[in-house]
T-cell receptor
Framework: DTGVSQDPRHKITKRGQNVTFRCDPI?????LYWYRQTLGQGPEFLTY????????KSRLLSDRFSAERPKGSFSTLEIQRTEQGDSAMYLCASSSDRGPQPQHFGDGTRLSIL | GQNIDQPTEMTATEGAIVQINCTYQTSGFNGLFWYQQHAGEAPTFLSYNVLDGLEEKGRFSSFLSRSKGYSYLLLKELQMKDSASYLC?????????FGTGTRLQVFP
């Protein structure tokens, strides 16, 4: 068990550019979640997958955000036409769906928009 | 709406006991989690309550009262390494709704 892995750890980009982040969950976990966290705040739910199916997407998530989990393993989160307000830590978590299970978080990708 | 309240900051002395409170009002409830988060690191799971009462796990205990919408995390025999943010999170139909977190500073 190598834990949840996220890549890259840091991303700096200019406003208007597109960015893509990757998350590799714990191998036996079929649920995968994306959260966003800004300084001094708790993580905010963005979306989650059960296997390859995207089951829920936050109403706060604009159309510029899209997430995929094509084979039910790793996931990608893409942000198009980035804005200053997108600067945050993007956290991925995974869990099993067997009963109440804690979500295990990756170290996150810190996005800075210039 | 969804609302989870925790104190913003707390301080305590090494070796002491500290209680971090959390109150919640959410549309759904499948359980309550506590996470620890050191600066710049991932949240790590501490405890989970779904039924009323106390769950004990070494130096950490967590309590839940569903009728009051209230939980607390109790940390005993505080160590310097316990300086971190503590996040209260409600499991609301499979997604977690987090409070803003309580930043705990432990002094020698």
């Amino acid at each position: 068990d190598t834990g949840v892995s996220q890549d890259p750890r840091h991303k700096i980009t200019k406003r208007g550019q597109n960015v893509t982040f990757r998350c590799d969950p714990i191998s036996e976990h079929n649920r995968l979640y994306w959260y966003r966290q800004t300084l001094g705040q708790g993580p905010e739910f963005l979306t989650y997958f059960q296997n390859e199916a995207q089951l829920e997407k936050s109403r706060l998530l604009s159309d510029r955000f899209s997430a995929e989990r094509p084979k039910g393993s790793f996931s990608t989160l893409e942000i198009q036409r980035t804005e200053q307000g997108d600067s945050a830590m993007y956290l991925c978590a995974s869990s099993s769906d067997r009963g109440p299970q804690p979500q295990h978080f990756g170290d996150g990708t810190r996005l800075s928009i210039l | 709406g969804q609302n989870i309240d925790q104190p913003t900051e707390m301080t305590a002395t090494e070796g002491a006991i500290v209680q971090i409170n959390c109150t919640y009002q959410t549309s759904g409830f499948n359980g309550l989690f506590w996470y620890q988060q050191h600066a710049g690191e991932a949240p790590t799971f501490l405890s989970y309550n779904v039924l009323d009462g106390l769950e004990e796990k070494g130096r950490f205990s967590s309590f839940l009262s569903r009728s009051k919408g209230y939980s607390y995390l109790l940390l005993k025999e505080l160590q310097m390494k316990d300086s971190a943010s503590y996040l209260c999170a409600v499991d609301n139909t499979d997604k977690l709704i987090f409070g803003t977190g309580t930043r705990l500073q432990v002094f020698p």
